[in-house]
């Protein structure tokens, strides 16, 4: 979604707003532009554009260097997709000058209450803010405008605004959306996403919400929401390098694939070094419930996750869609503990079920992939997938560390070593499996040439079959469902017609003798099956059949194949397989 870079340095403004904004690209966005120092004139000028960075890029290539900047990319929530839509935004007046990530709620009530009678430009709600802020500055000092401002704001926002009056100042403000401060060699640079920050940055502060700050001169003075300063701690800052690369392959979809087998060893290694914190055994040992919440492919590893607490803590495990949890949160038991899963720690839907959770004074633990995140920090006890920046939007490599990490934790509090060997023997047969993916390949090309296609099994063959319809629709743009077989013939049996296309996950003993039967009742329809299955469960025609595994773990060595036929049916269809259409990395707005 959309995302801010910022700098405040010697003279590399222009450069480093173009490659911060590069660099978030992968969030997903429509439009981009940036507002940078014009020394000579001593006003700050910008540029905006629909499309991508590389087109800013082109656009902005006659301005000069700059020590102040900032930059913005948008994907559009209030006001469709065009260069007006497109950040920075302006006061009324000009004066200020915002770019803005998150939305602001009373938008609506703060332009009837403090700007009547001023033309509003654009349909987005940033531009009200820095509206206000020209309108308080003409009675205050803009420290105090700012304050005002601030308070009045409901909803999310990580902001950076410049003065067009006091173009040696750049202010940014956080609440609920991330923004990140970091120095190197004395410059500044600021930044809503860690993976923007130049790879030599040497030291970092996440903000935290409520706070806000001033760069003169590039001298840093912090503040709370209501003025008083604060010291903003910094930490060592570590360049994820490669990581966050795509080196030799074609797409980072594939890379995050190929690194899946890697990532479950150096979890197993990693807890059967360190385990657990014990504060955090007794926790979920002594809750009545485990309520996990969660969004997309982390409610579906919460799906599975349900299922190996469940046996190992003998206890109910509830999973929620965060969104839904947020505004309607069901009954809880007396004594709960609360799970957040995301990749991300940054999906505004998690962080809206934040302040039911803090009623019920209950215990959070946030699984999550970046340690640093605004959902990290909410939590009393995080877990670190470990698995490297996440880059393609299709989640693929964080479903699986999701799922390890909670077999982790069954294995850690059962003290199960065979729990771990068993993830290690899952690591090998998927390394086997992706070293030939291509093989792949002829398989979606036979199968999937319809605008349709579903995805069924039972139990936790039921659980990869929605993980993997999910991948199907979002990268291929063909319309899948993941459905319970036992369910067929109460619906979707409808919708079977000639040369449907059905993939069968069958991992499960004791129901694939009935999925099986689904199988045939489809194909007496000419539907097109395939069968995904383990080889004490195989029939001869199975499509692909794996060594058996232990049952409990199949969906991390099922999902695989699902994830690569998604792939190569967007790759075959000639789509934008990193970044499919209207999705969004990071999910920041409800
Ligand atoms: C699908 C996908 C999304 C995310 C969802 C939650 O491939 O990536 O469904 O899983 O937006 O995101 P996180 O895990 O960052 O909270």
């Excluded at 209030?78 to 935004?89: D, I």
């Excluded at 509206?131 to 009675?139: D, Q, T, V, Y």
């Excluded at 803590?313 to 505004?327: D, G, Q, R, T």
């Excluded at 809880?332 to 999906?347: A, D, M, N, R, W």
Aim: with cysteine.
């Amino acid at each position: 979604m959309c995302g801010i870079v910022g700098y405040f340095g010697s003279d590399k403004a222009r450069q480093y707003l173009l490659e911060g904004l590069e660099r978030l690209e992968y969030r997903g966005y429509d439009s981009a532009g940036i507002s940078i120092l014009d020394h000579e004139k001593n006003r700050f000028v910008s540029v905006k554009t629909v499309g991508r960075v590389e087109t800013l890029k082109k656009r902005t290539s006659h301005l000069k260097e700059a020590m102040l900047g900032m930059g913005h990319t948008r994907w559009a929530t209030h006001g469709g997709v065009s260069e007006t839509n497109a950040h920075p935004h302006y006061a009324y007046n000009g004066r200020f000058i915002v770019v803005h990530n998150g939305v602001i709620d009373n938008y609506k009530t703060l332009k009837a209450d403090h700007l009547k009678g001023i033309d509003v430009v654009n349909d987005t709600n940033t531009e009200v803010i820095a509206s206000l802020l020209a309108r308080f500055a003409e009675k205050m000092t803009v420290e105090d405008a700012i304050k005002q401002t601030l308070d009045l704001l409901e909803g999310s926002f990580a902001l950076l605004i410049l003065d067009q009056d006091h173009p040696s100042v750049l202010y940014g403000a956080k609440n609920k959306s991330p923004l990140i401060l970091a120095t190197s060699n004395g410059d500044w640079y600021i930044a809503s996403d860690l993976l923007a920050l130049p790879s030599n940055t040497e030291r970092f502060h996440v903000m935290s919400d409520h706070t806000w700050f001033k760069l003169e001169n590039k001298t840093l003075t912090s503040y709370q929401a209501h003025g008083a300063t604060i010291d903003f701690d910094f930490e060592a800052f570590k360049d994820l390098g490669p990581l966050a690369e795509r080196g030799e392959h074609a797409h980072f979809m594939l890379k995050e694939m190929l690194e899946q087998p890697q990532i479950l060893e150096t979890l197993v290694a990693h807890h059967q070094s360190h385990g657990f914190d014990e504060a955090l055994v007794t926790a979920l040992k002594e809750a009545s419930s485990l309520e996990i919440i969660a969004a997309g492919t982390s409610w579906h590893a919460g799906l599975v996750g349900k299922h190996l607490l469940e046996k190992t803590l003998m206890k109910p495990v509830n999973v929620h869609i965060a969104s839904e949890f947020a505004y309607h949160p069901p009954f809880v038991s007396e004594h709960p503990l609360f799970i957040f899963i995301s990749q991300s720690g940054e999906t505004a839907d998690l962080i809206a079920c934040h302040p039911y959770i803090k009623t019920k004074e209950a215990p959070l633990l946030t699984i999550t992939n970046v340690p640093t995140s605004s959902l990290s920090r909410m939590a009393d006890y995080v877990l670190d997938l470990k698995a490297g920046p996440e880059i393609a939007v299709a989640s693929t490599k964080a479903y699986t560390a999701q799922i390890t990490m909670i077999a982790l934790l069954c294995a850690h509090i059962t003290h199960d070593q065979a729990l771990s060997n068993d993830i290690l023997t899952i690591a090998s047969s998927m390394r086997e499996f992706l070293q030939d993916h291509i093989k792949i390949q002829p398989l979606v090309k036979e199968l999937l040439t319809n605008h349709h296609a579903f995805y069924m099994g039972r139990g936790l063959d039921y659980l990869t079959g929605l993980e993997a319809a999910l991948k199907l629709k979002e990268i291929s743009y063909i319309q899948t469902e993941g459905f319970a077989a036992g369910e067929l013939k109460h619906g979707t049996i409808a919708l079977i017609e000639e040369d449907t296309p059905i993939i069968a996950l069958i991992g499960e003993a004791s129901t694939s003798a009935l999925t099986r039967n689904n199988i045939h009742e489809v194909e007496a329809r000419g539907a097109k099956a395939l069968v995904i299955s383990f080889k004490s469960l195989s029939e001869p025609t199975d499509a692909i059949i794996f060594e058996d595994v232990n049952p409990m773990l199949s969906p991390l060595l099922l999902v695989v194949p699902t994830q690569l036929i998604a792939y190569y049916a967007a790759l075959m269809r000639g789509l934008d397989i990193d970044k499919p259409r209207n999705l969004a990395k990071s999910v920041t707005v409800e």
